[in-house]
């Protein structure tokens, strides 16, 4: 499966001079939304990292995934998966569990993103869910931003990493980019305007 070119096609990876989220400038920038504004294509990438889950031996009973990015990747995973689809959303200093929604003792969740960058947000969520009592078994993500070892890859975590290197991370692929600070940036010195994608107008 060439997941960078689904992505490419879905206009979820863009080429060019952006601004990322970390402040740095990059050629290329992930607008994962994008990727999952087709239901058949998201099917399609779900369906392909529930088979990796499956494949692991690794039991799920429930995903969970950080409002708002990780909702729609989460909920696909649970349907490929024929598991329960819950979220956490941020309130002031944290994540937490609203709406009704509820983790037994010990139950076995996985953590589910669209994209995995150091894995941040991901680590805010199972903190709230071990708190509650459940156990988070494994994270996963259809993209990865490269900082974190996926399940399969030879590649090590570097040092922004924040997911526990004891617990299973998978994605269907590594998407490292160059990055420059704004000062460093070649395409800057080159007279070029970095936009941030998925801002007004971008
Ligand atoms: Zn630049």
Known sequence: MDVENIY????????GHFILSSGNHSNRYLQSAKVLEDPKRAKLLADALAKMIQESGIEVETICAPALGGILAGYELARSLG?????????????????????KKDEKILICE???????????ASKIIEELGANVV????????GFCK???STSQSKPECKLPCDTPFFALD??????YTPQECPMCKEGSIAIKPGSRNN
Not at 83 to 103: A, D, N, T, W
């Open 150 to 152: 996926r399940d399969g």
């Open 114 to 124: 669209d994209i995995i960058t150091t894995g941040g947000s991901a680590m805010e």
């Open 8 to 15: 490419k096609e879905a206009e979820a990876l863009l080429e």
């Open 174 to 179: 590594d998407f490292t980019f160059e990055m």
């Open 83 to 103: 598991v329960r689809s819950i979220f956490v959303e941020r309130k002031e200093g944290g994540m937490e569990l609203r709406r009704g929604f509820q983790v």
């Open 138 to 145: 494994a994270f996963a993500s259809l993209a990865n931003r």
